[in-house]
């Protein structure tokens, strides 16, 4: 595991995570089978009062209690969930948990015949196998609780929490350490051992309450969650308080467990009681966040709205659905019931209506009435209308589309120039507060700035055709490729790329896997142009981030695409190969996403090898992750392997023939190479050779590697 991302954690198991837990279940398994025949066996053949007796209960006691307690404290997290214990999901499934295994001990109590604990000093066999069978439940069940405790109060940890934990566990077992000492050689004052021991759980229970205090995450619960979580506390809350009361007070249960180990009813009971202060506080956190729960809501789907606005700026390029996208994201920002965007064009009366959540088919028609834009052509900043029937014009006009509420209009600028106007509408008279004007005033100027970045993109492809910005996006495509290739002591590689136009969509890059070793990757955007740039541009990335924690290259591709999926356009794909070096062993490892073949040449002959994959982004992980393979191939001095782009073997002459793979590989069966860059300037003059100055259609890109 890595440890520096291990201890970002938010919480930290204190048993080292490498422990065998299917031994630890063994060992508990023989201990608790070994616990009842030697309980019987005593029972027949010993005073089971006697001393000897009550040292076997206390070192079968500590074997099963800590096997069990090391099985549960050492569950092991890997990075990914570290990193992601905050997520209220996990509290949720954590405590039906909890709260599905205690319940059992209020059974246990209910279930469990008394009669054989009339009286300490008789305890019949069917007692003993009752006690111990009843308290390797109850053992279990605290233990769980307990675990349950100490991880979410250190995930939402303060800085005493480290404090208090410490003086809470010691407490809990000093009083139970009291308990057993008091049963094993009795006390003359008990009455201030109880009156001290009350005292103690009094201060430990106030521990509880402040290492609980910091319960700000609840607030940003969902209305529907902070309900759900109200229900579980106050369910948790009668458990663990009539379970500790079971095991702690004289009931049948906990003079069962008392049997089976003095003071155990002391450290089981004060864990439940703990976790029943728990969910009191969090009773009251949640009670206390449920006023501000439709606030909190809307003020995360307004930072939720800007945030993807901001991204939807950066990324989008199609006019149209950017437009439509805003107005959506601006009707959400204040909740309200439906939305449009009015769109002057320069130089004209036309006006270009976007609408959301309208589906009458005469809409368009009715929100292009001149009188409303008339109305508020002349606003200068965002203006709320409470009420729409008060309003006889609007009223009429939007009465068909049964808007008949309140209504904010926020006018677009771009600079100083007005664009348009943006509306939305609440179906409830009076439906927006205040606050909403301020958010759409704030919201507008990030829409002014997308639209008119939408505007200017789309004017410069007109009139300009991208010259300067292509130029410039060529420049930056280039520096995301590599700009040196490291050197290595076995072997030498080099590569190129020919763009079609002046960006392109083929990639390549080379990393490094998990363990080390080099792995090469090269890439085809389907298409080619700004659209094909962007994925090109996104992909570099994706690889960035993911390479490190593959361990080879078809896990690498499978990682790529699971990132990638969702997120591409469908009429988009991207086809990749990878290829691992491990020169101590002799063997390279190479996979492909539906990509071209590799050549590999060896003592004058070339072979193409097509491992079998499917395109990036074509199908979801469970279906790609099935289809894709790796070829493991053993590597000799003076092998030359070379993984190439489709424009290649597609390139065209002026006959619009293609040039097909046969002529590169008679051009390696006949080549001498003692470096990666001889062989790719013989693929550059076969390139200009074959092409005789005729335009390329597609991008070429080829990386090569020499074997020395």
């Not at 906990?254 to 029943?276: D, K, Y």
């Not at 009188?371 to 309003?391: A, N, T």
């Not at 700035?449 to 420049?475: P, T, V, Y």
Request: glycine content about 6%.
């Amino acid at each position: 595991m890595n440890t520096e991302l291990y201890n970002k954690g938010r919480w930290k198991v204190p048993i080292k995570t490498n422990i065998n837990r299917k031994l630890l279940i063994i060992s508990a398994l023989i201990f608790t089978i070994t616990r009842l025949i030697g309980d019987i066996a005593l029972f027949y053949f010993s005073d089971y009062q006697s001393f000897y007796v009550f040292g076997w209960k206390t070192v079968s006691f500590l074997a099963f209690f800590i096997t069990v307690f090391l099985f549960e404290f050492s569950r092991p997290h890997d990075e990914h969930q570290i990193l992601n214990d905050r997520n209220s999901e996990n509290f949720f499934r954590d405590l039906k948990k909890v709260l599905l295994i205690v319940p059992g001990i209020i059974l246990l109590q209910i279930f469990v015949p008394s009669r054989p604990f009339v009286s300490e000093q008789f305890i019949s066999l069917w007692g003993i196998i009752i006690a111990d069978i009843a308290t390797f439940y109850v053992i279990h069940a605290s233990i769980i609780t307990g675990r349950f405790l100490y991880k979410w109060m250190t995930i939402r940890r303060h800085s005493r929490t480290k404090l208090y934990l410490k003086i809470l566990v010691s407490g809990t077992l000093l009083i139970s350490l009291f308990m057993y000492l008091d049963f094993a050689v009795g006390t003359k004052d008990s009455k201030a051992i109880n009156i001290f021991i009350t005292l103690l759980i009094l201060i430990l229970i106030t521990f509880v309450f402040l290492l609980s205090k910091k319960n700000n995450w609840i607030l940003l619960l969902p209305g529907g969650k902070k309900l759900k979580l109200l229900g579980l506390t106050v369910l948790g809350m009668g458990i663990m308080f009539f379970s500790s009361l079971f095991i702690v007070e004289d009931y049948t249960l906990g003079r069962s467990v008392n049997i089976f180990m003095p003071g155990l009813p002391e450290l089981s009971g004060i864990t439940l009681i703990f976790a029943s202060i728990y969910f009191l506080r969090l009773f009251f956190a949640t009670i206390a966040s449920l006023p501000t729960s439709n606030i909190m809501e809307k003020r995360l789907s307004e930072l939720s709205s800007l945030t993807y606005l901001n991204k939807l700026v950066s990324q989008t390029v199609d006019f149209n659905n950017l437009i439509g996208t805003v107005t959506q994201l601006a009707q959400g920002a204040v909740q309200g019931t439906a939305s449009w965007t009015e769109l002057y064009e320069a130089n004209t009366s036309n006006t270009i209506i976007f609408s959301s959540y309208l589906d009458d088919t005469n809409a368009g028609d009715l929100l292009r009435n001149p009188l409303i834009s008339q109305r508020f052509s002349e606003i200068k900043e965002p203006l709320i209308i409470e009420s729409i029937p008060e309003d006889e014009e609007l009223s009429k006009i939007l009465k068909p589309l049964k808007l008949t509420g309140s209504m904010i209009v926020v006018p677009l600028f771009a600079g100083n120039n007005r664009i348009g106007t943006l509306f939305v509408v609440n179906s409830e008279e009076f439906g927006f507060e205040p606050d909403d004007v301020n958010v759409i005033a704030a919201f507008s100027d990030n829409v002014s700035l997308a639209l008119e970045n939408a505007r200017l993109l789309k004017d410069s492809i007109e009139k300009e055709h991208f010259k300067q910005e292509l130029l410039l996006a060529k420049n930056m495509q280039q520096k995301l490729l590599p700009q040196e290739l490291p050197n290595f002591k076995k072997y030498t590689i080099d590569a190129f790329s020919m763009p079609a136009e002046e960006v392109g969509g083929d990639f390549y890059d080379l990393g490094l896997l998990k363990d080390g070793r080099p792995c090469i990757l090269i890439g085809d955007v389907s298409g080619k142009g700004m659209n094909a740039a962007f994925y090109m541009a996104q992909l570099k990335g994706v690889v960035l981030s993911v390479a490190r924690d593959a361990e080879s290259p078809a896990e690498l591709l499978k990682k790529i695409n699971s990132t990638l999926y969702k997120s591409m356009e469908r009429q988009m794909f991207i086809t990749m190969a990878a290829l691992s070096v491990d020169i101590e062993t002799g063997i390279i490892t190479y996979a492909r996403a539906g990509h071209t073949p590799l050549i590999i040449k060896r003592n004058g002959s070339s072979k193409l090898y097509r491992p079998q994959g499917l395109g990036i982004g074509l199908a979801d992980s469970e279906k790609f992750n099935s289809l894709i393979e790796e070829e493991i191939i053993p590597i000799e001095s003076n092998d030359v392997c070379m993984m190439f782009t489709d424009g290649l073997d597609e390139l065209e002459n002026s006959r619009r023939e293609q040039l097909g793979i046969d002529p590169v590989l008679e051009l390696f069966n006949k080549g001498v190479y003692n470096n990666a860059t001889d062989a790719l300037r013989d693929v550059k003059k076969l390139i200009d050779n074959y092409a005789g100055g005729y335009r390329q259609s597609d991008d070429i890109t080829a990386i090569a590697v020499c074997f020395n």
